[in-house]
């Protein structure tokens, strides 16, 4: 049977330096492996445009396609870990890869967070303070070529906002998505507000990834197909370690998350292996 992989990694992910650890080095890891077999990297949009024209000639078979989510600054700057020194930006990464397989397009999509106030509240409960958060790169990549950016949720429903301190049933459960007011606020708002801070002209993101995986059946099965007039998203994508075939459902796209699906490069290579049996 046809298929492709979605890969995803964490920029905050950063543990240690090596493989198992930090998300960088594994992504630098992981690209090296591509080029040696030869594998294709295709964009999502690439990917949801041949689901939604049904086409198998479409398809982007043996290919792979990359993500990364929460939208922190070490998608796009190189940073200095206060603990584990210089880590190079995905960005850096990509540009590395492009410029040795001559990709010229659209190479990654990054996943956003999209509430100031949350991005806050991550930055003070997860990241010691630092201002990983921030939307000052945003722009850049969009303008990139290289990145485009998702709708990650308007919140996540993140353990670190403030606003749900007293209720913590709702803390890092996307599953309370389940009717039109919150998935408006999280998805259509979110949509809206990143739109916003690209600049005038620039569409609501049209591809939308689950914080924790988490699709409920509401929005898998009513809000996303059937209001897409008023959100615009196109494709979802939860965190299911499958590889995605012609007839998926294109609102519960699985992906192969890094630290979760695998943790070592011996286990990407058997993703990569699977990848090829077509």
Not at 52 to 66: H, K, M, Q, R
Request: aromatic letters at 10%; charged letters at 20%; hydrophobic letters at 40%.
């Amino acid at each position: 049977m046809s298929r492709m992989a979605v890969l995803t990694y964490h920029s905050q992910n950063i543990l240690g330096n090596d493989y198992a650890s930090n998300d960088h080095v594994a992504l630098r890891s992981d690209l090296a492996e591509l080029r040696r077999r030869g594998i294709r990297i295709v964009s999502l949009n690439h990917l949801v445009d041949a689901l939604i024209s049904g086409a198998a000639t479409d398809f982007p078979a043996g290919a792979v396609a990359l993500s990364c989510d929460d939208g922190t600054v070490l998608d796009w700057f190189d940073y200095h870990h206060p603990e584990w020194g210089w880590q190079p930006g995905f960005d850096r990464l990509l540009r590395d890869h492009m410029d040795d397989t001559g990709t010229v397009t659209e190479v990654i999509t990054a996943f956003l967070i999209a509430s100031p106030q949350a991005r806050a509240d991550i930055d003070a409960g997860c990241y010691g303070g630092a201002a990983l958060s921030t939307s000052s790169w945003w722009a850049d990549a969009a303008d990139s070529g290289r990145f485009y950016l998702g709708n990650h949720s308007w919140d996540h429903a993140h353990a670190c906002l403030r606003e749900l301190a007293d209720t913590p049933a709702l803390c890092g459960n996307f599953h309370m998505v389940t009717d039109a007011v919150s998935a408006d606020r999280q998805l259509r708002q979110a949509g809206d507000f990143i739109a916003a801070e690209l600049g005038t002209g620039v569409l609501r993101p049209r591809l939308f990834a689950y914080p924790y995986g988490h699709a409920t059946d509401y929005l898998v099965h009513e809000y996303l197909p059937k209001r897409r007039a008023e959100h615009g998203i196109d494709a979802a994508f939860t965190t299911e370690p499958a590889y995605v075939t012609p007839t998926a459902n294109r609102f519960r796209l699985p992906r192969f998350v890094c630290g979760d699906a695998w943790r070592s490069s011996e286990e990407f290579e058997k993703i990569l292996d699977s990848l090829e049996l077509i």
